[in-house]
């Protein structure tokens, strides 16, 4: 079981980015699958979750109207596109899904990530100002 976390990298304010999250040896669309990011200095934030069964979203307030998080069953990966980033969304990203079936996406954000079983390597996100 694998996530991998990709689509990072330095961007401008104002401009857009969008993360994968590629999953192996399960199927993503039977898990709640997470974004979370943490800022040097920072406890980790859930960003935006997605519940399995009836998909959900959540997203933190701060990201709302900005980020989208999508789910492709055919292609078992995960996307958040970020756009109209901002300096204060720099921060390392991480995809992490949990098969739980009575916790959902909004419980798992708020909680940080707490619990949630598979988490994928990060990717960095600089953006300038």
């Known amino acids: 079981v694998q996530l991998q976390a990709s689509g990072g990298g330095l961007v401008q304010a104002g401009g857009s980015l969008r993360l994968s999250c590629a999953a192996s040896?399960?199927?993503?669309?039977?898990?709640?699958i997470g974004w979370f990011r943490q800022a040097p200095g920072k406890e980790r934030e859930g960003v935006s979750c997605?519940?399995?069964?009836?998909?959900?979203?959540y997203y933190v307030d701060s990201v709302k109207g900005r980020f989208t998080i999508t789910r492709d069953n055919g292609e078992n990966t995960v996307y958040l596109q970020m756009n109209s980033l901002k300096p204060e969304d720099t921060a390392v990203y991480y995809c992490?899904?949990?098969?739980?079936?009575?916790?959902?996406?909004?419980?798992?954000?708020?909680?940080?990530?707490?619990?949630?079983?598979?988490w994928g390597k990060g990717t960095q996100v600089t953006v300038s100002s």
């Open positions: 040896g399960f199927t993503l669309d039977a898990y709640t």
């Open positions: 992490a899904a949990d098969a739980y079936p009575y916790y959902s996406g909004t419980y798992y954000c708020s909680v940080g990530g707490s619990g949630m079983d598979h």
């Open positions: 997605i519940s399995s069964g009836d998909g959900t979203p």
